[in-house]
């Protein structure tokens, strides 16, 4: 099946710093990408969808400004944590499918921990 | 809105006894119905996905159905070993993509 990365796989950081996790579709293009937040013993909650060379839709109550999302290219998007606070400590998954179609299926990255200090 | 959710929240079994998790969703316009299977602090794994046109898949121990005009999936897992055990989350493509509560599984060696 078709491989998506994520880089780093965990990270800590200070507060108030900012933090980029990328996800990389690694065998195949990429037009719609997701990034996903879940809490200890909590269900995937989607945070924003974006499609390649377009601005990212995010979900109600996600900001945008905190949570900045770039797709530039078929690859590989980019979820930014600006000014990150213990409360953004979570863990991020992204995923990646080959269309914007619903009926495209959905591949996942394995996760970036992520631990504001 | 879509809602999935899957019952029980928590399941703990003897290894060697077949199990069913069940997950039942809202709107019954969904394209498929994916099984994944996610150990602690890992990301997803697939494990089935069935199409809307589909009834079951079928894959070494484990058996996916679906009833789209009930709203309900089961997951049976054949002779469960201890390496099983991690949470399992069904999630179902309508407009866009909606996961269940999920189910943690432990299997008692």
């Known amino acids: 099946g078709a491989v998506v990365s994520q880089h780093p796989s965990w990270v800590i950081c200070k507060s108030g710093t900012s933090v980029k996790i990328e996800c990389r579709s690694l065998d195949f293009q990429a037009t719609t990408m997701f990034w996903y937040r879940q809490f200890p013993k909590q269900s995937l909650m989607l945070m924003a969808t974006?499609?390649?060379?377009?601005?990212?839709?995010?979900e109600q109550g996600v900001e945008k400004d905190k949570f900045l999302i770039n797709h530039a290219s078929l690859t590989l998007s980019t979820l930014t944590v600006t000014s990150a606070h213990p409360e953004d400590s979570s863990f991020y998954i992204c995923?990646?499918?080959?269309?914007?179609?619903?009926?495209?299926?959905?591949?996942f990255g394995p996760g970036t921990r992520l631990t504001v200090t | 809105k879509q809602e999935v959710t899957q019952i029980p929240a928590a399941l703990s079994v003897p290894e060697g006894e077949n199990l069913v998790l069940n997950c039942s969703f809202t709107?019954?316009?969904?394209?498929?119905l994916q099984w994944f299977r996610q150990d602690p602090g890992k990301g997803l794994t697939s494990l089935l996905l069935i199409q809307s046109s589909q009834r079951e898949q079928t894959s070494g121990r484990l058996n996916a159905s679906l009833d789209k005009s009930s709203g309900r999936s089961t997951l049976y897992i054949a002779a469960s070993q201890p390496g099983d055990s991690a949470t399992y989350l069904c999630a179902v493509t309508g407009n866009q993509f909606y996961f269940g509560t999920g189910t943690s599984l432990t299997v008692i060696p």
């Open positions: 995923s990646a499918r080959a269309g914007q179609s619903v009926g495209y299926e959905q591949y």
């Open positions: 974006s499609n390649e060379g377009s601005k990212a839709t995010y």
């Open positions: 709107d019954s316009a969904i394209y498929n």
